[in-house]
């Protein structure tokens, strides 16, 4: 079910509990601002979220709310995940969902990169 990404921060989802080390995930990059880990369902060869450890609800929370120092940690961990895992010659995506259109279903903000093969135009 997707969430209510204007509801107030949830310390008990399920990234929550994968940040505070509560439950396991195969990390593959962390550092002071994010983590990322592999999708658990992966939808491309590569699938891997990175997430803020900052306790933010969605992107557009995070983009409102969140320091401009948190901000920049952020987008530069994203960056630095592509480029640690190869991705960037070959080219890969992005991709944040936000709520009921997006379909977010977990509510803490978390950006999907996808690569390892060709992905198409857009959305499916
Ligand atoms: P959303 O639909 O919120 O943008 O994406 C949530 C993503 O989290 C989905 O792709 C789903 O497969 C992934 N996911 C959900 N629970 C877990 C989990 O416990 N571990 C990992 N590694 N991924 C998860």
Redesign the pocket.
Known sequence: MPIDPTLPYDENN?FAK?LRGE?P??RVYEDEWAIA?????P?AQIHV?VIPRGAWVSWDDFSARAPAEEIAGFVRAVGTVARDMGLVEPGYRLLA?VGQH?????PHL?V?LFGGQPLGRMIA
């Not at 880990?37 to 369902?41: C, Q, S, T």
């Not at 997006?102 to 977990?106: F, I, K, P, R």
């Open positions: 399920i994968i439950i995930s195969n880990f592999h999708d658990i369902n939808q979220l969902n997006g379909g977010q279903e977990v978390h999907h």
